[in-house]
C-alpha cells in the first residue's frame, strides 16, 4: 500500500475543490428533470466547473468522454451521458469528480427523477444505499481499518436485502483520482489495512437491487446488472481524523 499522507494545505485545497463538486452536484440536482438529457446534465456540470477555474477529473480519465458518470435504473457504473432523456421514476446516479490546484474530489448521488413517490420501491433503495454510505463514513476514523468500513456498509445493504457489487470499490484520492488505499464495501471489522489520520478516502457503496452479477455493454465503459435489476451508488469523498472523518463533499 503506498498511502499518500495529506498536510493540511493539501486538505484544505481539496476542501475548496470540494465546494466546486458541490456546486455542480446541487447544478445538476436541480435541472434532472422528466425530458432533460443526460449530455444536457453534462453539460450543466462541466460549464459549473470549469467556470470555478476547475477541470473535470473524469473527462480524459484513461479516455472516458464526460464530465459525468450517469447511470439509469439497470446501469451501475462508468455510465456515458447520452440523448436518452430522463423518465419519471428512473434511478438516476450521478458521479463526478473535480480537480483543483493539482487536487481530486469525487462524489455521487442518487435520485427518483419526479421525486421519491414517483417509484417508492427505488426510492427505499437509494435510501439505503445513502445509510450505507453514511455508516461507512462513520465507522472511518484513526486506527480503525479498512475492513471496518466494508463491515459497517455490508450490514446495511444486507439488511435492505440488497447486493454490494465487489468488482468497485472506494478508494483514496489526491494528486491521482484513484490512489491507495482499496476501500472495500464489505469486510471484517478490525481487519484490514489501519486508517490514519490525513488519509483522505473516498467511501462508495455500489448496490444492486437484484444479483450483483454485472456485464460490460459494447461501448467499453457502460457496466449493467446481468439480470437487469436496479443498481445505485453513493459517494462521500474526505479526510480521516483522529475522531472520526471529515466528509468534503
Ligand atoms: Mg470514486
Ligand atoms: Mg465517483
Request: proline share 3%.
Amino acid at each position: 500500500m503506498n498511502v499518500h499522507i495529506k498536510t493540511s494545505e493539501e486538505i484544505q485545497v481539496m476542501r475548496e475543490g470540494a465546494k466546486i463538486l458541490k456546486l455542480a452536484h446541487d447544478a445538476v440536482r436541480g435541472v434532472a428533470k422528466e425530458g432533460v438529457s443526460l449530455l444536457e446534465l453534462d453539460k450543466v456540470a462541466e460549464k459549473i466547473i470549469r467556470s470555478a477555474g476547475a477541470v473535470p477529473s473524469f473527462k480524459g480519465f484513461q479516455g472516458f468522454p464526460a464530465t459525468l458518470c450517469t447511470m439509469i435504473n439497470s446501469e451501475v457504473v462508468h455510465g456515458i451521458p447520452d440523448h436518452r432523456k430522463l423518465k419519471k421514476g428512473d434511478l438516476l446516479s450521478i458521479d463526478c469528480g473535480v480537480k483543483y490546484k493539482g487536487f481530486h474530489t469525487d462524489a455521487a448521488f442518487s435520485i427518483i427523477v419526479g421525486g421519491d413517490a414517483q417509484n417508492p420501491v427505488r426510492a427505499k433503495f437509494s435510501r439505503c444505499v445513502r445509510s450505507a454510505l453514511l455508516a461507512g463514513c462513520q465507522a472511518a476514523r484513526a486506527g480503525a481499518t479498512i475492513g471496518d468500513i466494508g463491515y459497517a456498509i455490508e450490514q446495511v445493504v444486507r439488511k435492505g436485502g440488497y447486493s454490494i457489487c465487489k468488482e468497485y470499490t472506494g478508494h483514496g484520492f489526491g494528486r491521482e483520482l484513484h490512489e491507495d488505499p482499496h476501500v472495500y464495501n464489505y469486510g471484517r471489522r478490525g481487519e484490514g489495512d489501519k486508517l490514519i489520520a490525513g488519509m483522505t478516502i473516498a467511501i462508495e457503496p455500489i448496490v444492486t437491487s437484484g444479483s450483483p452479477r454485472v456485464r460490460t455493454l459494447a461501448d467499453g465503459w457502460t457496466v449493467v446488472t446481468l439480470d437487469g435489476r436496479d443498481a445505485c451508488q453513493w459517494e462521500h469523498c474526505g479526510v480521516v481524523t483522529e475522531d472520526g472523518f471529515e466528509i468534503f463533499v
